[in-house]
């Protein structure tokens, strides 16, 4: 099993930065990618982010430009950078872990709320 805590969610004005960090425990060994979703009230969770174990990186198109989804030296922390926030990027942020076993693994999420 694979346990992930987020952290660095929170109120932000539109046009700055933050920087979402999610750390892995437990199997870690097992992960072959992790990466962020989001969900905002009334819409479907969608993918921001995501970096494999090779370093192979992948953006929504909403976000390319403006994120930066990076790994630590270990593996097993994740960072997603976000910078030129709009108001569009409110949402919880989820950080999730898939392992080679097909099973996907889900922190608890963190709030972003942008503010115009």
């Known amino acids: 099993q694979v346990q992930l805590v987020e952290s660095g969610g929170g109120l932000v004005q539109a046009g700055g930065s933050l920087r979402l960090s999610c750390a892995a425990s437990g199997s870690t060994f097992s992960i072959t990618s992790m990466g962020w979703y989001r969900q905002a009230p009334g819409k479907q969770r969608e993918l921001v982010a995501t970096v494999s174990r090779g370093g192979n990186t992948n953006y929504a198109d909403s976000v390319k430009g403006r994120a930066t989804i990076s790994r630590d030296n270990a593996g097993n922390t994740v960072y997603l950078q976000m910078n030129s926030l709009k108001p569009e990027d409110t949402a919880v942020y989820y950080c999730?872990?898939?392992?080679?076993?097909?099973?996907?693994?889900w922190g608890q999420g963190t709030q972003v709320t942008v503010s115009s």
């Open positions: 999730h872990a898939y392992v080679v076993e097909g099973v996907l693994y």
